[in-house]
């Protein structure tokens, strides 16, 4: 039995939906186990942005700050998407995570195999699918200097940067490493070295922080032949290490394998996850905000209830209720509920509440 503070940001969208799932799963947890979950609500996004001016406010981050872990929903949609607004909602994102000093993001992609015939992909592609992408959070072309838009006499141009340093590369490629170790023993690298710089460095440090692991087999992948062969052949990838966009595209792609983005998770890091060590963390399903699909009780809940699972095993050290949620989803997904995203012939449709539900019903 144990007391923890959540802090608990909904987002925009369909954010709040999902969130109230995952709360939902977590209290169920929380009175079976006897655990006590103390749900903080604080407001980031489009929504902070509305009540404050500011997308993260300086208390919000000091709160995350004192907390055992937190728990996002996405933010964003068109009511904030004009380009020359001072502040967008994901700036809060970006500097929510900056802030907690969080830069190894863990996407893992894992295809259940009632799910298997419902991608695009042929089912013998995506079949056993159960790969992990550690992406760079808090460096590469989000956040380097100069990024700016500005007019010359000749027209308007744009400036991004792509900056990384040797202690941020190593930092992220040993993540990528230790989790390789409690793995299958092989790590892919993925960069651009044959056109960046940044990317040469990468490879660089990558094969000097081999030397530690020779017991993980290390492969260098350029970014475009990566993203062929998470569709083409998913299942020669064990863990991937990337930098933050290059990690943020292909895990996008990689949504595509387990069926729908609505089915993914991630935890947001600063150090290597251990088991049954608790360590602070920022806990997100991949999806957005989805707008359009927003207030219908129609978005999948559960990325975000695979995300709660996340946050009991990584920040909690309650792994063995972690299993349980894991679990509860398989069951659930296996008894034929679908919410419409992952919807095939055959199977029984249930919205976002039924769906957070049934999965607490199962705890
Ligand atoms: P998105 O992930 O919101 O949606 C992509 C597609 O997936 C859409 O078709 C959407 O309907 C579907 N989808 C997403 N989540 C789903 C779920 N749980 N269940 C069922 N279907 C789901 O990406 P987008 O449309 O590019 O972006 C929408 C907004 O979200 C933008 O404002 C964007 O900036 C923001 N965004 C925020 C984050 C974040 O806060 N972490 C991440 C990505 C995008």
Known sequence: MAKFRIVVTAGDGIGPEVIAEGVKVLKAIGKKYGHTFD???????????????????KETLAECNKA???????VGGPKWDNPSAKVHPEDGLLALRKGMGLYANLRPVKVLPMLVDGTNLKPDVVRGVDLIVVRELTGGLYFGRPKRRYTTTRGRRAVDSMVYSEQEIARIIKVGFELARSRNKKLTSVDKA?????????RQIASEVAKDYPDVKLENQLVDSCAMRLIQDPKSIDVIVTENMFGDILTDEASVLAGSMGMLPSASLGATPKENERISGLYEPIHGSAPTIAGQNIANPIATIMTAAMMLRYSLALSKEAKIIEDAVFNVLTEGYRTVDIMSAGMTKVGTKEMGDLVAAKI
């Open 39 to 57: 749900f903080r609500y604080e407001l980031l996004g489009g929504s902070a942005i509305d009540a404050t001016g500011e997308a993260l406010t």
């Open 68 to 74: 055992d872990a937190v728990l996002l929903g996405a």
């Open 194 to 202: 044959n056109v960046l710089e940044t990317s040469k460095l990468w």
